[in-house]
């Protein structure tokens, strides 16, 4: 499962996965019960999406959520119901849906790292260092997650020597990446340009851009 660049820009951008929508029912205000009687996944994803265009997040969950547990694909329709989540910022709820998924699919590491971003999101920072430095562990020259672990760890832990390092790998991954002017404001000491190595990693993902809930 890919999320692209851009959550709400995360957008969550979904990748390919979001695809083209549908025209919207005529009578969406009638829908609702139709949501117990057709079962088939397809076509509670196609409502799902009409929703979604209407704005109505709220329907649109509920119609993704059924598609789900009705036995659909879940590289498809997970990608759908957490972006709806994500725009109504029931970030919460977007975690109940992926970490089922990610039990059962551990190495999706992408989505493990949405998830890491959505438990700082809501405030809870050890959860989400787990899911980092499981990320970092597996993938150690993922660039994005080395700079949003050390935001977490800067921002919310306190930790700023750790920080430090993950900063500096950002920058040796992406010495002109989106994030390297603030990587570099905040490492404990200036670093050498010239120390600095190539960029290593020219299909790196995208930021998770995620407003933090205030507590």
Not at 58 to 86: N, S
Not at 118 to 139: C, D, F, S, T
Not at 160 to 182: I, M, N, Q, W
Request: charge should be neutral; glycine fraction near 6%; proline fraction near 8%.
């Amino acid at each position: 499962m890919r999320f692209g660049p851009g959550l709400v820009a995360i957008g969550l951008a979904c990748g390919s996965a979001c695809g083209p929508r549908p025209d919207p029912p005529a009578h969406p205000e009638k829908d609702v019960g139709v949501i117990r009687e057709e079962h088939t996944p397809d076509k509670l994803v196609a409502r799902g999406r009409a929703f979604q265009q209407l704005g109505d997040l709220v329907r649109a969950e509920e119609y993704f959520a059924a598609a789900l547990k009705a036995g659909g694909d879940a590289k498809e329709v997970l990608p759908l119901l957490m972006r709806v989540c994500i725009e109504a910022t029931r970030y919460e709820a977007a975690i109940e849906y992926a970490e089922p998924y990610l039990a059962r699919n551990p190495g999706d590491y992408r989505l493990r790292l949405l998830v890491a971003s959505l438990y700082a999101a809501i405030n809870q920072p050890a959860r989400a260092r787990a899911h980092y430095e499981r990320v970092l562990e597996e993938h150690p020259d993922e660039a994005i997650a080395h700079w949003a672990f050390a935001v977490l760890l800067r921002d919310q832990v306190g930790d700023r020597a750790t920080a430090d390092v993950h900063f500096r790998e950002y920058l040796r991954l992406r010495p002109d990446g989106p994030h390297a002017e603030e990587a570099r404001a905040s490492l404990l000491k200036p670093v050498v340009a010239e120390t600095v190595a190539p960029a290593a990693s020219a299909g790196a993902v995208g930021p998770v851009k995620i407003e933090r809930k205030r507590p």
